[in-house]
């Protein structure tokens, strides 16, 4: 009987695991499609690919790419970097890429501003 008991109480508490992780993933999941949808289709992959690089890495921006990010909008890019920078294997350097995130809008609104 405590065998059986175990057995019920380990099911429960898988059973609960899943039902309140479940709706966090498709949370998730339609977050990162509504992004798709509305922020990602403005602007090239080549730039996309070039600012995720710039904020995440050591690259160099394209001062073509500039033009792009203005127009993809400045919700769309704090969105989609902040959504890259919460991803489990960036965790503890989100204000460092915040910050290179807002120095790179920074500086493509004045470039953008002067062609």
Not at 10 to 36: D, H, M, N, R, T
Request: net charge neutral.
């Amino acid at each position: 009987m405590t065998k059986l008991s175990s057995h019920i109480t380990a099911l429960f508490i898988v059973v609960a695991l899943v039902c309140a992780f479940v709706p966090v993933f498709s949370v998730e999941e339609a977050e990162a499609k509504s992004l798709w949808n509305t922020c990602l289709v403005k602007i090239t992959p080549k730039c996309a690919l070039n600012i995720i690089w710039v904020v995440f890495g050591n690259g160099t921006l394209y001062e073509s790419c500039c033009h792009d990010l203005v127009q993809e909008g400045k919700v769309c890019h704090d969105t989609l970097i902040k959504y890259i920078a919460d991803r489990p294997s960036l965790i503890g350097r989100e204000t460092q890429y915040l910050k290179k995130r807002d120095d790179l809008w920074s500086h493509c609104v004045s470039v953008s501003k002067t062609a």
